[in-house]
């Protein structure tokens, strides 16, 4: 995988960080990061693909374990700091 992929990878990884969401909404993460997936998935050739699949996933596991996977109903909840 190329050098810019990696690096966007890894800026998914810093962006996920909760102190990086507190006072927002559900619904603004998604959209960000949903637009930064597809954006990186659409820098990536079609040799890349499978590795940054794998990537994604990982990310998209973190989102989850973050408790960023929320219900439709709670998308417009503010993001708080744990406590």
């Known amino acids: 995988m190329r050098d810019e992929l990696t690096i966007a990878v890894a800026e998914l990884y810093q962006g996920i960080r909760h102190d990086h969401w507190h006072g927002r909404t559900f619904r603004q993460f998604w959209e960000w990061f949903n637009a930064r997936c597809i954006a990186v998935v659409g820098a990536a050739s079609a040799e890349e693909l499978a590795e940054l699949e ?3 996933l990982a990310v998209r596991a973190m989102v989850d374990d973050g ?7 709670r998308l417009d909840e ?3 700091p744990p406590m």
């Not at 408790?67 to 109903?73: C, E, F, P, R, T």
């Open 54 to 56: 794998v990537e994604l």
């Open 67 to 73: 408790g960023y996977a929320v219900s439709s109903d």
């Open 78 to 80: 503010v993001i708080e």
